[in-house]
């Protein structure tokens, strides 16, 4: 038979999951293909980058139910179901498909953040597009589209990676990725402060080779219930005061509250603050626990070749 589509793949992921479990997505595919009674020569077939067509389409299935939250990642290439999961198999679909997804705001949210990129960071080199595309533009109208919403699904699983792990991996990472942007130069040094006595600051960049222009670092991991407020702001603004610094970072992998960026914007200390969304879009431009997959090459007609001589 023809390999399914990733939404119809959507519904006999959900069911070959359904006990609650944890299950590795290795186990999923096998299930299905056999359920599905997928040939050796359906399993065969391959995508231009190389990958298995089924696996790609499983992985992405999986990808969209997560953002949905139907699924969650419980560890790498593991999921399980989850309560809001259970409640759509417990309705009994006929299929599980993006417009079932678009009934919650994180899925919504999700391919809104494909958009908001576009206008807010541009990308570098391609990868995987998603299968699919919405956009009634020109092909490579619709490429960008795919590659934004590629993108967008691997920073959202970037940002839940984040929040696994413990607070010094971020106070870590959100030093290499200033040093991937370029900041520290190549006489500067970044330096991680996360320990006693380090007065609420949690990394320094250090523009010059004498440390005359430094940028002070704050990370905090929350979750998406705890948004950074003014108090907080306030408390860095301090902690800057006491290091006799004027320009400092706020990362967090939540939000900021409105209140705290009108702080951030009228004190005298150059403050720049960094949300998880625009964190995790930083990491995917400047390939910080990212890789590359795919790299595509759009042609066109070389004029000057067709001129008369």
């Known amino acids: 038979m023809t390999v399914p589509d990733y939404q119809s793949l959507m ?27 997928l040939t050796d020569e359906d399993l065969a077939l391959r995508i231009r980058s190389g990958a298995p067509v089924f696996d790609n389409r499983v992985h992405w299935a999986v990808t969209y139910m997560v953002q949905a939250g139907l699924l969650r990642r419980t560890k790498r290439a593991v999921v399980e179901l989850t309560e809001r999961g259970r409640e759509v198999l417990a309705e ?7 417009v079932l997804l678009s009934r919650y705001p994180e899925f919504l949210e999700f391919k809104m953040r494909a958009r908001e990129r576009q206008q807010d960071v541009p990308t570098g080199a391609a990868t995987t597009p998603a299968p699919h595309s919405t956009s009634s533009g020109t092909p490579r109208e619709q490429l960008a589209d795919a590659v934004e919403e590629a993108n967008a699904a691997v920073a959202a699983e970037l940002l839940n990676r984040i929040r696994d792990r413990e607070p010094t991996f971020l106070e870590q990472l959100v030093l290499q990725l200033l040093t991937a942007m370029g900041y520290g130069g190549r006489a500067g040094a970044a330096e991680h402060l996360g320990r006693s006595g380090d007065q609420g600051l949690d990394g320094v960049i250090r523009q010059d080779a004498l440390g005359l222009d430094r940028v002070y670092v704050q990370a905090k991991r929350y979750g998406a219930d705890h948004p ?9 603004v301090g902690a800057l005061h006491g290091a006799q610094a004027d320009r400092g970072v706020f990362i967090t992998t939540s939000r900021f509250t409105d209140d705290a960026r009108d702080y ?12 998880g969304l625009r964190l995790t879009a930083l990491m995917v431009l400047h ?7 795919q790299t595509f090459t759009i042609k066109r007609v070389d004029e000057d070749f067709f001129e008369p001589a």
């Open 11 to 37: 519904l006999p992921v959900l069911r070959a999951v359904a006990d609650g479990n944890e299950h590795r997505l290795a186990d999923v595919r096998r299930l299905l293909a056999e359920h599905l009674g």
């Open 92 to 98: 009994e679909p006929s299929s599980v498909d993006n």
């Open 228 to 236: 950074v407020g003014r108090p907080e702001i306030q408390a860095f």
């Open 264 to 275: 951030a914007d009228r004190v005298p200390a150059r403050l720049v603050l960094i949300d």
């Open 287 to 293: 390939n910080v626990g990212v890789q590359d997959e």
